[in-house]
């Protein structure tokens, strides 16, 4: 199998297939349908990964990245709503969502 | 303890002494027939806010929106001529609902030149007016002068789009907005285009969720995980640094909680990693263009501005440079569609796009937390357990709101009875 990521990050490429993710909504899809463990495993072999992998995808023209840093950036993303899951709330949705639902319906990309 | 001075006579509630200090009820907020009053005495009366020029880039696009509450379907285009255009989205020969996609009950957006009725094919343009009437030689002393879209009244503020249903309407916009909201008019809302939208089907009156966005005496309780666990304090207290009421609208100021500010350690990991949070991007771009009635309080440290634009739209103008909006549509008397943007400068790099993203995931999980405590919200008041409810100094802006909504829903009583439109 071809990598998905950059080869400076072939430590993360074993989360890529399941975290690279174009969108909000199949981001927040994947958090809600995965265990706090494999949450927990994405975001610490993750995190003290990407500070250098945001200045990775900085050596690029935001709306001009090569494919693999392109995935790399959406891992991050994917990063950014795990870490809810795991610095503040300790499990998949907000503590007092209940059964509230928000969806997000559009960003900008990428 | 007040750390913020209080005008006379000590508290901002009193010092509106047209509102009272007394208990409120919500009756307003579970009776089916009071909804039935705010559909014509606020929905097909005030200016509404339906969407921004953004919707609109550029010749030919339009959108429709479901207005539930007015009980109608509105379809807003800009012309050939650049001009903003609504109409009932109602074709006129036998009354089907012109534009639609996936299903009539559904927004829709697109571009074109024209738009043809499914039914019988009968076409009109941008300009509403019809162009084409199939086998036309059929009908009777048919007046081609009055064979276009019904238009209803719309106008741009700031790239806000509004529209209004009365026939006539009593204010124009600007005179409707007054001189509170009417003073933000060149903010530099179109430099910030970056925009993350999110749209939820609430169980809930609509005033109700817009009451949980106009006080922050909820914050420290329902919203404590805001602070790191180092920093944080259930029994905190909070304290708005100033309010303001013009007319229907209404706004808060607050001050602090300058995250960016704050020692890490305090702070979440992603937070310092993202540079981000609840206040926005904390590397805040430089945006020209005038800050004219932003933080009208002169607040010092100030941190946003929340305008409550009546009757049901919410602007909150951010220290860091981005501003939020949100819009609360009633489509019954225990449901709403809420609808949220936030608007950023457009990222130039990955960093400032993941900043951006920090944030409008921030506001979705603590917006979670609003939402799912407003079904149990509404349900306790159904239970008409209480008649009516206690609301301190720092929820004025609830009590004005349901004051406002009690008055033009009085209004249009009384106009009513004397028989006037």
Redesign the interface.
Known sequence: MSALLPPEFADLEPFAETWCLAT?PERWARRLDSSMEDLRAFYDAC?PR??EA?AH??RFD?HA?PDDAARL?EL??S???V??AI???GEQ????????????????R? | MSSFARPAPGTWTEHHSELGTGNVSFEDSISPEFFELERDAIFRRAWLNVGRIDDLPRKGTWFTKELVAARTSLLVARGMDDEVRAFHNVCRHRGNKLVWIRSPREDAAGVGRQFVCKYHGWRFGLDGGCTYVHQQDEFFDLDEETLGLAPVHCEVWAGFIFVNLQPEPEQTLREFLGPMVGALEDYPFDRLT??????????SNWKIFIDAFQEYYHVPP?HT?QLGPTARNPEATFEAAHYQLDGPHRMVSTSGSHKHRFPAEHL???EV??RSGNMGPWDAPEIEGTRNGVNPGEVRSWGIDNFQVFPNLELLLYERNWYLSYRFWPTSHTTHT?E?DLWFA?????????A???A???V??????D??????TQMGLESRAFDDFPLNDQELLVRHFHHTVGRWVQDHLSSTLRGAP
Do not use: M
Not at chain 1, 98 to 108: K, L, Q, S, T
Not at chain 2, 364 to 369: G, N, P, R, S, V
């Open positions: 909000e995190f990407a500070e945001i995808c900085d935001l990245l950036l991050l993303h990063l950014a709503l870490s809810y610095e503040v709330w949705l907000p503590v007092h969502t209940g059964a509230a639902v928000i969806d997000r319906i559009g960003e900008p990428p | 970056d925009r993350y939208s999110f749209r939820a089907e609430n169980r329902l995980h979440y990991p992603s990693l993202f809420f949220a457009p990222a130039r790099t990955a960093r400032e796009r993941l951006q993203e920090y409008a995931i921030t979705k999980e603590y917006a979670l937390q939402c799912g405590t407003l079904d149990g």
